[in-house]
């Protein structure tokens, strides 16, 4: 293997291009809740939309990038599955700005964001009656904002049934953009926001914020995890290490290992020191990243009409198998995570792993119920029992079951 001087940027190859190609010309899709429309629209489109907006509210940015599991997908050799897009949007707020510009600076992206929404909604509905404060309720999954000394930024992540959820994130400053190497990658996407034409021919930059891009795209290669300061990382990375080893990855590391655990699990418990926020991040986790879904539809949700047609019974054997190879690799998580915290933890009183472990144990056996008792889909005389879903009322701190 060549050495390559230790850099954190490069050019995509051409294979990578065609990749970046694929991800930017994609569908994706924004679910609405209730009767509201699902938006449809290529990336590259959202894009520029979302960009133009921003210039309108006088917010430009500096720079648009890709991130997140897209941005791995398009730097790997292999193919795999990725469920998060994320786009990064760097934007300017100046040191001497008082608290209140910078509210200002936050609300005038909202703007832009919604904006983006209602023009993307199809054509045909009168969607400019709709004001924002319905857009929110309807379009967006989650929103965060993050004002301190080292982390200015706001974040929108638009609903997808899914699991594909798009994620809009406007950096002023970010203490922390990446947990392991292998998902450090962000691409510059300027180049071809305006002239997308030819685009495997542009030059087009990659950079790992974990450091040297070429370490990170070989432990992307050979499936290692490394990372840096895992103690600063929100939860420590300790759901996504787990999640990472299922999937065939190692330590780069091994006899670093049992220290890097023991961090990670410091940290999570600091982040989540109640078994409630800890089994709300649990369940969160799981549904955001083991989405179960067959030629695009997914079977976790049942439509309304508790009638199976012809192609649902055609599909009902893949599905089930599908199903059963999610809620495994479900399993296999959770049993790895209690391993982990069962032999790691050191921060905790031996009651509060107890109860840490007890609550890993029953999500465990509420799923492996799940998993043996798949949807009958080639009867459609029965009406297929229900998943059990979960919702997390507004100021709660428990997730209470519904059917």
Known sequence: MPHHRETRTTLLTKSQMKRLDAVLEERVEIHGRGNFPTISTKLIDLIRCLRQYMDEVQVPARNVRLNGGAASFVASRDDFS??????????EIAENST??????????????????????????????????????????????????????????????????????????????????????????LDSLIDDFDGCEQKKVTIESVYGDVHQAMSHLHDR?????????????????????????????????LRKLERYMCSRFFIDFPDVASQENK???????????????????????SGSDTDSEASTSQATSSSNLATGQAKYDFLMLLYRVIDESTVCLMAHERHMTLSMIDRVAFQLSMQCHTPPNFANASSTPPRTTLFYLPPDATAWIPVI
């Not at 990725?82 to 934007?91: E, K, Q, R, S, V």
């Not at 609300?107 to 400019?128: C, Q, S």
């Not at 300061?229 to 091994?254: D, F, Q, S, T, V």
């Open 224 to 256: 290692l995890i490394d990372t840096v300061k895992p103690e600063e990382i929100r939860g420590g990375g300790l759901l996504k290490y787990c999640h990472l080893i299922i999937r065939g990855y190692k330590a780069a590391k091994p006899w670093n």
């Open 99 to 188: 608290e209140n510009a910078a509210i200002l600076i936050f609300d005038a992206i909202r703007n832009a964001v919604f904006m983006t929404i209602r023009e993307l909604m199809p054509g045909n509905i009168g969607k400019e009656k709709f004001d924002f404060e319905t857009l929110k309720d309807v379009y967006i999954g989650k929103m965060i904002k993050v004002s301190a000394d080292n982390d200015t930024w706001s974040l929108f992540s638009l609903n997808n049934e899914y699991g594909r959820c798009i994620e809009l994130k406007f950096v002023n400053k970010m203490r922390r953009q990446f947990e392991f190497s292998v998902d450090s990658f962000q691409i510059h």
């Open 82 to 91: 990725y469920a998060d897009l994320d786009l990064i949007f760097p934007i």
């Open 282 to 304: 649990l369940r969160n986790y799981l549904d955001s990243h083991f989405g179960t879904s067959f030629n695009g539809v997914s079977y976790d949700q049942w439509s309304s």
